[in-house]
């Protein structure tokens, strides 16, 4: 790209394991017990576009992705979310 133009760019994956049945508040859910529902998985995409005007003020625009797979459909959901914003230096 040009000296006055940068992108960068992540993806991050994580997943959880849920237990239910029983409520565990305060304790170890190994110590809780109940059955295990399964994995959640969570996978995030960000791009940032970056313009320099001069040596004070740049402009970006963020664009990123959330995505959250559960086996509890109520906890299935995902997310993009777009910025648009101005940085300036003193």
């Known amino acids: 790209m040009r000296p006055d ?8 994956y994580s997943t ?24 959640s998985t969570s996978y995030l995409a960000t791009s940032v576009l970056t313009y320099t005007l001069n040596d004070s003020l740049s402009t970006h625009v963020r664009f990123s992705f959330y995505d959250r797979m559960s086996p509890l ?13 101005f ?3 003193f």
């Open 73 to 85: 459909v109520i906890d299935r959901f995902y997310q993009s979310l777009l910025l648009v914003g």
């Open 16 to 39: 959880q394991t849920q237990t239910g049945g029983q409520q565990c508040f305060g304790t170890l859910l190994s110590v809780c017990g109940g059955p295990n529902l399964g994995d």
């Open 87 to 89: 940085t300036k230096t």
């Open 5 to 12: 133009l940068a992108l960068d760019s992540s993806i991050t």
